[in-house]
């Protein structure tokens, strides 16, 4: 007769046991390096402290301020040109997202532009440009006294709206999608010949970032 080799139950317990044991180590090691890697990049990334982005608004031209009488309806054509600053000296800046609007007396007279995305390394400027174009927008029934109100006083506040997500690049590190908004205001003339003809202005006004 063939010899069988039987275990009894206690030595697969034991050999269970073993295999339990390792696997705890293995997982217990895995761990260990990937709070090791996640603790180094926060270390990096708080030791550097990223700063938020800045805005500034260099031109805005407003080609295009007509009002439909029945229904509230708005057409509108904005071309702007903006500045952007990275004040970091040792992290750059991805933006893979940025849309851009305007809003008259918090109303929505375009629709949202998207601009290219684009990389912003240290301490780097950009000039964005974008062209914001509203075609029968509706908008509430007290717009167009507010519009001829402006008029009278002879000047428009117009508003310029982005929002976006920005990921930030240190040495071969990148982080993960953060969103910003950012808010521009431009003080512009409005006298009775508006909107025949276009309204432009130069300023350098600083814009409001959040991250």
């Known amino acids: 007769m063939s010899r069988m080799d039987a275990k009894s139950p206690q030595h697969c317990a034991k050999k269970g046991f073993h295999i339990r044991k390792r696997y705890k180590k293995l997982l217990y ?15 990096i990334y708080f030791i550097l402290r990223p700063s938020k982005p800045e805005f500034s608004l260099k031109e805005i031209d407003i080609n295009q301020l007509n009002l439909s009488s ?10 702007l040109t903006l500045l952007s600053k990275n004040p970091n000296q040792r992290v750059g800046i991805y933006y893979d997202e940025l849309n851009i609007y305007a809003s008259y007396k918090n109303q929505q007279i375009t629709v949202p532009t998207s601009l290219p995305p684009f990389y912003q390394g240290h ?3 950009n000039l964005l440009t974008a062209s914001l174009v509203g075609t029968g ?6 717009f167009g006294y507010e519009v001829k109100r402006d008029q009278t006083v002879g000047k428009l506040v117009l508003y310029l709206k982005g929002n976006g997500h920005l990921r930030w690049k240190i040495v ?6 953060y969103r910003f908004n950012v808010n521009c205001a431009a003080v512009l003339p409005f006298g009775p010949s508006i909107p025949s003809g276009p309204i432009s202005s130069k300023q350098g006004t600083q814009c409001s970032t959040t991250v």
């Open 29 to 43: 090691t895995l761990c260990t390096i990937l709070l090791s890697v996640i603790s180094i990049a926060f270390i």
């Open 70 to 79: 029945s229904p509230q309806l708005v057409n509108s054509s904005v071309e």
């Open 123 to 125: 301490g780097d400027n």
């Open 137 to 142: 927008l509706p908008v509430a029934p007290s």
């Open 172 to 177: 071969s590190w990148v982080s993960g999608k």
